[in-house]
């Protein structure tokens, strides 16, 4: 069966220092995989999606990066950090032909 | 562009009644739909997938609908129980290369015992 791993599951950061969340999966191969951002009081907001290894899509332009250097690994970044940037990230995939998706138990990600 | 609204955004209910939660949707070409479970803090979890040909999907207590046309879709959730308590989120998905999820903001859903 597949699983979604998804680390650390909470991160408190200073504001101005790097992030990298890492979302691996396994079971499966070639998914497209998804990163989004739920902020209090908003839906999921897509950041990130990939349906390949090195192909990286943006939705959102922002102080965010996204790699994806394995078939089943997708990594979040960020050089500096940004007040902004805090809330909970749920990496997610799905089969190619956009059948059912499944999420990562999510990280809370606090900026200070 | 696609918008995803869910009613309410919030509903208490006493155990046992069955209720129903609700989504819209504004663009009816939709690949599919998709509605998903989130605990506080937790990720999320998914209950049912009803494809856009489809009218319904049901899993034990729960039965999902679907009307493209109208852009509606609703979760039913028969003799509900506190184990329930939840947020419930609506999601749809675009058709197209990228196929990404639109969701609403969910409903919060409390059953008390």
């Known amino acids: 069966s597949q699983t979604i791993h998804q680390w650390p599951a909470t991160l408190v950061q200073p504001v101005g220092s790097p992030l990298s969340l890492e979302c691996t999966v396994e079971g499966t191969s070639n998914p497209n995989l998804y990163w989004y951002r739920q902020a209090a009081g908003r839906g999921l907001q897509l950041l990130f999606y990939?349906?390949?290894?090195?192909?990286i899509s943006s939705e959102v332009p922002q102080n965010l990066s996204a790699s994806r250097p394995q078939d089943r690994q997708f990594i979040l970044s960020s050089k500096k950090l940004l007040l902004s940037d805090s809330g909970f990230y749920l990496c997610?995939?799905?089969?190619?032909?956009?059948?059912?998706?499944?999420f990562g138990q999510g990280t809370r990600l606090t900026v200070v | 562009k696609q918008e995803v609204t869910q009613i309410p955004a919030a509903l208490s209910v006493p155990e046992g009644e069955n209720l129903v939660l609700n989504c819209s949707f504004t663009d009816s070409a939709i690949y599919n739909l998709q509605w998903f479970r989130q605990d506080p803090g937790k990720g999320l979890t998914s209950l049912l997938l009803i494809q856009s040909s489809q009218r319904e999907q049901t899993s034990g207590r729960l039965n999902a609908s679907l009307d493209k046309s109208s852009g509606r879709s609703t979760l039913y959730i028969a003799a509900s129980q506190p184990g329930d308590s939840a947020t419930y989120l609506c999601?749809?998905?675009?058709?197209?290369?990228?196929?990404?999820?639109?969701f609403g903001k969910g409903t919060k859903l409390s059953v008390k015992p």
């Open positions: 999601a749809v998905r675009l058709g197209g290369s990228q196929g990404n999820l639109i």
């Open positions: 990939s349906v390949g290894i090195g192909q």
């Open positions: 997610a995939w799905s089969e190619a032909g956009h059948t059912e998706a499944f």
